[in-house]
């Protein structure tokens, strides 16, 4: 636990297996079980509020041409929600649809709040479901309008991807909530005061999740 919390993007169960002189499996294993700690209180009841940015990325499934991003194949969608200078939630979906994108923000995202995401027509509800929303339109290259941008939940996404290919090289879609349960629980403690490995023993008190 204290070799996962002393590096900020992470340690890989390859150094863990040298440090610790355990099989390889063994260290994938205690890795694996402290990630599963890391939900720091998926869906709710502690919600997200005031200004929030809301936008999806994609997981995944490398081709070489063809689509990418949006739409492309083989590809892992994940959905996530930041406050502006707070938390993050972040969760794997199955499809970025109206009713896997909404549960989660209902579930996340407190009712009155004000949401800003890019034009993905899902949030076209977003009003009749009780939030303050506004939009910037990224096809049309509008990247920021006076406050409405996306640019703060981009850049978790964009330091998410190259802290788990840096340190974990490729990571499955069945264990991917796990890694992003610890780049969350690490962006959301990153202005604690207590060291990161008080905050990561507190989690030993936990009920542990079951593994998918």
């Not at 009713?99 to 923000?105: A, H, T």
Request: hydrophobic share 35%.
């Amino acid at each position: 636990m204290f070799l996962m919390c002393a590096n900020k993007n992470g340690v890989a169960a390859l150094e863990l297996k040298r440090q610790l002189g355990v099989t390889y499996k063994t260290a994938w294993r205690m890795a694996h079980a402290i990630r599963r700690l890391m939900q720091d209180d998926p869906d709710g009841p502690d919600k997200l509020k005031g200004t929030v940015e809301g936008d999806e990325t994609y997981w995944g499934g490398k081709t070489t041409g063809g689509k990418r991003g949006r739409g492309a194949p083989n590809k892992t969608p994940i959905v996530g929600y930041v406050e502006r200078n707070g938390r993050v939630r972040v969760k794997v979906v199955s499809a970025v649809n109206t009713r896997e994108v909404f549960r989660f923000l209902y579930l996340n995202v407190e009712k009155g709040s004000t949401l800003y995401t890019d034009e993905l027509a899902v949030y076209n509800y977003a009003r009749r479901w009780g939030y303050d929303h506004d939009r910037v339109n990224h096809r049309r290259k509008e990247w920021v309008r006076g406050p409405v941008h996306t640019n703060t939940i981009e850049g978790f996404w964009s330091t998410c991807k190259n802290d788990i290919r840096g340190v974990y090289h490729a990571v499955s879609a069945k264990y991917l909530q796990y890694y992003l349960n610890e780049y969350s629980f690490r962006y959301n403690h990153r202005d604690d005061v207590t060291p990161m490995f008080w905050s990561f023993l507190r989690l030993t008190a936990l009920p542990c999740p079951q593994e998918a």
